[in-house]
């Protein structure tokens, strides 16, 4: 457990009078159908939209401040008509050191919007490529072009030196079960066209349908350490704690039956004694081929990184049971396109999600909007700001490694707190384990 420094120490971030990142949506509209996004799962309630110019000036206040400002959401960025002009007075208004920069599927970036984005002071572009293979690129990124990804690079690199200052250029892949193999390519393929940094996250499948798509089990590290551990005690045995499932509701155990039901027992004294809980049920039915394949294309792709000169950011494997929620300790603030002001990714939409078995129905959590409000009055609110305080307590708890979750504590209903006494929403959240990472 970790708690909120006291006045003696720097104030961190996330306790600033404001914010040090914004995340900005500035459409919420697309022009592709992506297996891996949550617009294209069935039953999601995410409004399609642009932001005004009225609402993103309402954010000028908080400009001078910022380290960063990330113009995306869950639409296409260069879908909305003003974006360049979004960026100038963006500009304008930011120290020299913040940089400005979005994600894109770079199918609409070719060399007349580059010059444009580049004249406005645009400073990083990530572009999502998933696969080097045409076909499997065009699957994966519901009609998208790989070749168009190529163009687009090609145009930045032109308008960044026809203006005598670099933009940086970044790869975003999503690691699925189906492009696994792509990963080390599109390494290499990023590297030798001049891109300054690739960033790798898990998918968040978003549809019953797609469940099957990810590539990670949701048991944290430190139950996977338990499990392990006590699964090669058994093994020296000659027990195989797999058959638990099959031996603990027998009529008539034999010997062998009651040493599997034993061992697994002692298992979850011994987690519970270090503080750890787990879900036997997703621990023994785990992937490990998978986890394996996962394992193996994250190390060649380092490798590859490395040699090239690339700088490569990895997810974890496995969640880690240490939570770091680099949007609350990074003191990130995120305007949705209709001026909303919600504190992070996961809590920004309404939407579903379905992972080791458990759907997860999100409501998002928003402190206001500004277009009543100003961003910074919202941001110092006692709501916003004690959001951020319980979220540094890191006192909620890890639904996924929990044998009778995801309960009524944690979905959307009448419960004013979780399980551990906690108000903010986080129990079943990944971002801040490591799986899940982005732009920013």
Same mark, same amino acid.
């Not at 309630?45 to 110019?53: A, K, N, Q, S, V």
């Not at 894109?104 to 990083?124: E, I, K, S, W, Y």
């Not at 690199?157 to 999503?174: C, M, S, T």
């Given at each position: 457990?970790?708690?909120?420094?006291?006045?003696?120490?720097?104030?961190?971030?996330? #306790?600033?009078?404001?914010?040090?990142?914004?995340?900005?949506?500035?459409? *919420?509209?697309?022009?592709?159908?992506?297996?891996?996004?949550?617009?294209?799962?069935?039953?999601?309630?995410?409004?399609?939209?642009?932001?005004?110019?009225?609402?993103?000036?309402?954010?000028?206040?908080? /400009?001078?401040? /910022?380290?960063?400002?990330?113009?995306?959401?869950?639409?296409?960025?260069?879908?909305?008509?003003? /974006?360049?002009?979004?960026?100038?007075?963006?500009?304008?208004?930011?120290?020299?050191?913040?940089?400005?920069?979005?994600? *894109?599927? =770079?199918?609409?970036?070719?060399?007349?919007?580059?010059?444009?984005?580049?004249?406005?002071?645009?400073?990083?572009?990530?572009?999502?490529?998933?696969?080097?293979?045409?076909?499997? !690129?065009?699957? /994966?990124?519901?009609?998208?072009?790989?070749?168009?990804?190529?163009?687009?690079?090609?145009?930045?690199?032109?308008?960044?030196?026809?203006?005598?200052?670099?933009?940086?250029?970044?790869?975003?892949?999503?690691?699925?079960?189906?492009?696994?193999?792509?990963?080390?390519?599109?390494?290499?393929?990023?590297?030798?066209?001049? !891109?300054?940094?690739?960033?790798?996250?898990?998918?968040?499948?978003?549809?019953?349908?797609?469940?099957?798509?990810?590539?990670?089990?949701?048991? *944290?590290?430190?139950?996977?350490?338990?499990?392990?551990?006590?699964?090669?005690?058994?093994?020296?045995?000659?027990?195989?704690?797999?058959?638990? !499932?099959?031996? !603990?509701?027998?009529?008539?155990? *034999?010997?062998?039956?009651?040493?599997?039901?034993?061992?697994?027992?002692?298992?979850?004294?011994?987690?519970?004694?270090? =503080?750890? $809980?787990?879900?036997?049920?997703?621990?023994?039915?785990?992937?490990?081929?998978?986890?394996?394949?996962? $394992?193996?294309?994250?190390?060649?792709?380092?490798?590859?990184?490395?040699?090239?000169?690339?700088?490569?950011?990895?997810?974890?494997?496995?969640?880690?049971?240490?939570? @770091?929620?680099?949007?609350?300790?990074?003191?990130?603030?995120?305007?949705?396109?209709?001026?909303?002001?919600?504190?992070?990714?996961?809590?920004?939409?309404?939407?579903?999600?379905?992972?080791?078995?458990?759907?997860?129905?999100?409501? +998002?959590?928003?402190?206001?909007?500004?277009?009543?409000?100003?961003?910074?009055?919202?941001?110092?609110?006692?709501?916003? @700001?004690?959001?951020?305080?319980?979220? #540094?307590?890191?006192?909620?708890?890890?639904?996924?490694?929990?044998?009778?979750?995801?309960?009524?504590?944690?979905? +959307?209903?009448?419960?004013?707190?979780?399980?551990?006494?906690?108000?903010?929403?986080?129990?079943?959240?990944?971002?801040?384990?490591?799986?899940?990472?982005? #732009?920013?």
């Amino acid at each position: 457990m970790r708690s909120v420094p006291d006045a003696a120490q720097p104030t961190p971030r996330a #306790l600033r009078p404001h914010p040090s990142k914004l995340f900005v949506e500035v459409t *919420t509209r697309c022009n592709l159908r992506c297996a891996m996004c949550v617009k294209e799962s069935s039953g999601q309630g995410i409004p399609e939209g642009h932001m005004t110019r009225e609402t993103f000036a309402r954010l000028a206040p908080a /400009l001078p401040h /910022l380290d960063a400002l990330v113009l995306n959401g869950i639409g296409e960025p260069l879908l909305h008509p003003h /974006l360049e002009h979004f960026v100038e007075l963006a500009r304008r208004d930011m120290p020299s050191a913040g940089w400005i920069g979005f994600q *894109t599927n =770079g199918q609409l970036l070719g060399p007349t919007r580059a010059r444009a984005l580049a004249r406005a002071g645009v400073d990083r572009i990530c572009l999502s490529a998933d696969a080097v293979t045409p076909e499997l !690129f065009g699957a /994966l990124r519901g009609g998208g072009r790989h070749d168009a990804v190529e163009r687009a690079a090609a145009s930045l690199h032109d308008a960044a030196r026809e203006r005598g200052r670099p933009i940086v250029l970044g790869v975003e892949f999503v690691a699925m079960r189906d492009n696994l193999d792509q990963l080390p390519h599109v390494v290499r393929w990023a590297a030798r066209r001049r !891109f300054g940094f690739m960033i790798v996250t898990h998918m968040l499948p978003y549809a019953e349908e797609t469940r099957g798509a990810a590539a990670f089990d949701p048991s *944290t590290d430190r139950a996977r350490e338990v499990f392990l551990a006590w699964s090669a005690r058994a093994a020296a045995e000659g027990v195989d704690l797999r058959r638990y !499932f099959d031996v !603990f509701l027998k009529f008539r155990p *034999t010997p062998a039956d009651r040493r599997v039901v034993s061992l697994v027992k002692d298992l979850v004294a011994d987690a519970a004694a270090q =503080g750890i $809980s787990l879900s036997v049920d997703r621990l023994l039915r785990a992937d490990e081929a998978l986890r394996r394949r996962v $394992s193996e294309a994250f190390a060649e792709a380092d490798a590859i990184a490395r040699a090239e000169g690339l700088e490569l950011k990895l997810p974890a494997i496995t969640p880690t049971r240490a939570r @770091r929620c680099e949007f609350v300790e990074d003191g990130a603030a995120f305007v949705s396109w209709d001026g909303g002001v919600h504190p992070c990714y996961f809590l920004w939409h309404r939407y579903s999600c379905h992972v080791g078995g458990l759907v997860k129905h999100v409501h +998002p959590r928003s402190f206001g909007s500004v277009a009543r409000e100003e961003l910074l009055a919202l941001w110092r609110g006692d709501a916003s @700001r004690g959001f951020r305080e319980e979220v #540094l307590r890191y006192e909620f708890p890890f639904c996924y490694d929990c044998s009778v979750g995801l309960c009524d504590y944690v979905q +959307p209903g009448d419960a004013a707190a979780d399980c551990h006494v906690g108000a903010v929403p986080c129990g079943a959240c990944l971002w801040c384990t490591g799986v899940f990472r982005c #732009l920013q």
